[in-house]
C-alpha cells in the first residue's frame, strides 16, 4: 500500500483535486490519505467512508487517487464483521466498474501503485463472497453481486446490476415489468 504519509498522495488526482491541491471551487476538498488515516483508526465510521467515496469515483469515473485507495478499503473491510463491510466492498467493485484504462492521465493507475492495487482486487473476492453469505438487502446484493461480476471480469453486467431498479417499465399491453434487451446482451456477454 501507498504509505499515507508519502508525498506521492498529492499527485493523485480525485474529484475535486487538481495539481496537489483542492479545486478552487471546493477548497474544503479531502485529502485522501487523511481520510483513510482516520478509517484506519475507526473502520466503522460509515459517514466518513460515504463522505470520501464519491471524490474517487462517481458519475461512470474512477480518479487515479481511488487506486491507492482500494488496498487500505479492502483492508479496511477484512477489520469488519462480513455484515457489516458491504460498503467497502461495493465501494471497491465501482472503483473496478468505473476505471477507464488508457484515459486521460488524471484518471490512469500510477505503475507504482499497480502491484498492490492487483493484490487487493484479488483479496476481494473472497470477502465478497464471505459478505453475500450473510443476510443483505435487495440493493447491497444487486451491488455486491456487481462487485462479483467486474472482479470475474464483467463490466457490462456490473454495470447492468447497478443500475437494474431503473432498467425496466411496465408492459403497455399486460403490465408486467419487462427489461430491456441490454440485460440480455449484459448476461450474454463476456466483456
Given amino acids: 500500500m501507498l504509505p ?15 495539481d496537489g491541491k483542492p479545486a478552487d471551487w471546493l477548497p474544503a476538498a479531502p485529502f485522501v490519505p487523511n481520510e483513510l488515516a482516520m478509517l484506519v483508526e475507526n473502520p466503522g465510521d460509515f459517514e466518513r467512508l460515504h463522505a470520501l467515496w464519491p471524490h474517487l469515483c462517481s458519475e461512470g469515473t474512477t480518479w487515479a487517487a481511488a487506486f491507492a485507495a482500494v488496498p487500505y478499503f479492502v483492508d479496511l473491510a477484512k477489520r469488519i464483521p462480513p455484515e457489516r463491510r458491504v460498503e467497502y466492498l461495493v465501494v471497491v467493485g465501482m472503483i473496478v466498474t468505473d476505471a477507464l484504462p488508457g484515459h486521460d492521465r488524471k484518471f490512469a493507475i500510477k505503475d507504482y501503485l499497480q502491484d498492490s492495487y492487483d493484490r487487493a482486487i484479488a483479496q476481494a473476492l473472497p470477502l465478497i463472497a464471505e459478505t453475500l453469505a450473510t443476510k443483505q438487502n435487495v440493493i447491497d446484493t444487486c451491488y455486491l453481486l456487481s462487485a462479483v461480476a467486474v472482479l470475474q471480469g464483467h463490466r457490462k453486467l456490473a454495470v447492468v446490476l447497478q443500475n437494474l431498479d431503473c432498467m425496466c417499465g411496465r408492459c403497455p399491453k399486460c403490465g408486467e415489468m419487462v427489461y430491456p434487451p441490454q440485460l440480455k446482451q449484459a448476461i450474454e456477454s463476456a466483456e
Avoid: A, G, I, S
Wanted: proline share 7%.
Fill in 4 to 18: 499515507l504519509d508519502d508525498p506521492r498522495w498529492t499527485e493523485l488526482d480525485h474529484r475535486n483535486w487538481r
